[in-house]
């Protein structure tokens, strides 16, 4: 909004051609988001607290975990809040992906606000039931892939791997189902790794930072072509929206570090999971995510092999999934679970960008 604003005015003002520059409204969108979390957090942890938003702990789960119980959740509404602020001050609003972007963070913001408080008023950790959940995520992937598909270009429906030059294939029309499926599957592994103080938070900032890069990167034709990666016509834009969920992202982690004043709830980590997918999508680095995203894709997969492993032999894999209550039950203190995790994660994301290069 702010380029909207002041860059038509340059010919009087020559200091607002620094408007123009992406690498400058993605740094301030950054530290915009970053300081209304700061500013912001106290008071709404305080609101939290006041109306008796606090967490419900499986009655399963590590005993350890008992003491959280009552901790104000919900607080992916502070990075929801902070985020939308940034992007629409920074990012170019007549750009389409500001509005895509927009459409996600609020679509699934909204469901994962309505499971948080089903599971506050129940008193249990159950929330929305899971076809209604699914339903609801359905649902809101399917309006952002037609968003994408209506305003397509050449590169959008291509399909490109890591490690290889070119698109594979064109997924034609059935890159919607394609693009939904990644939305739902990444927003529901945010929320599965949720289950630590900063644990997800914390693995988000390390994609992201990956994700500026690679936004800044696909909307450059000189760095794209010299990388053998598509050209996206705008999509340095997303580097903008990208930080901007960074900043708000590192303003959250604040207070939700161990031990976490306030916890992001489904509120956050379906939005988190559904906007890096987005941005996947966007960027044409569908396939990449699931590798800047590792720790994500083997929490889910622990579940997964958990639940078909059990229902199969009657014998549990994991002594509890998702992964991280494993290590936590073999005896690993929570903070070392977390930071192990995000070194792994680190690991990850520098594979992700090695890949880059490798091509």
């Not at 959740?73 to 940034?86: E, P, Q, R, S, Y």
């Not at 073999?330 to 290069?357: D, H, N, P, Q």
């Amino acid at each position: 909004m702010i380029k909207a604003i002041l860059f038509p005015l340059v010919d009087t003002i020559k200091a607002f051609n620094i408007f123009q520059y992406i690498t400058f409204r993605a740094a301030y969108a950054s530290v915009t988001a970053l300081l209304v979390s700061f500013l912001f957090g106290p008071w709404v942890i305080r609101k939290l607290t006041e109306l008796k938003l606090g967490q419900e702990v499986r009655s399963d789960g590590p005993q350890s975990h008992l003491v959280k119980a009552g901790t104000p959740t919900m607080g992916g509404v502070l990075i929801i809040l902070a985020f939308l602020f940034a992007v629409i001050l920074w990012q170019d609003v007549a750009q389409i992906y500001t509005w895509i972007v927009l459409v996600t963070a609020l679509g699934l913001g909204g469901l994962g606000f309505a499971d948080d408080f089903l599971k506050i008023t129940k008193k249990n950790s159950d929330g929305l039931r899971a076809g209604v959940k699914f339903s609801g995520q359905m649902i809101v992937s399917f309006v952002v892939m037609l968003l994408i598909y209506m305003v397509r270009n050449e590169e959008t429906t291509l399909l490109y791997l890591p490690f290889i030059k070119g698109a594979v294939f064109d997924l034609g029309l059935l890159y919607i189902p394609f693009g939904m499926l990644m939305i739902v599957g990444m927003s529901n592994a945010v929320n599965l790794t949720d289950g630590l103080d900063g644990l997800a938070t914390g693995l988000t900032v390390i994609c992201l930072i990956a994700f500026i890069i690679l936004a800044y990167l696909t909307g450059h034709s000189e760095f794209a072509q010299y990388l053998y990666i598509p050209f996206i016509r705008g999509a340095g834009e997303l580097s903008i929206a990208t930080a901007a969920l960074l900043g708000a992202c590192v303003g959250f982690l604040w207070f939700n570090a161990h031990p976490a004043e306030v916890m992001m709830g489904d509120t956050g980590s379906l939005t988190l999971g559904g906007l890096m997918a987005v941005f996947s999508l966007l960027l044409k680095k569908e396939i990449l995510l699931l590798i800047i995203g590792g720790v994500f894709v083997m929490e889910t997969l622990s579940v997964i092999i958990q639940v078909l492993h059990f229902k199969r032999t009657g014998k549990r894999v994991f002594k509890m999934a998702p992964l991280h209550h494993h290590f936590e039950l073999y005896g690993w203190a929570e903070s070392k679970v977390v930071a192990r995790f995000w070194i792994l994660g680190g690991m990850f994301a520098i594979l992700g960008l090695s890949t880059l290069k490798l091509q």
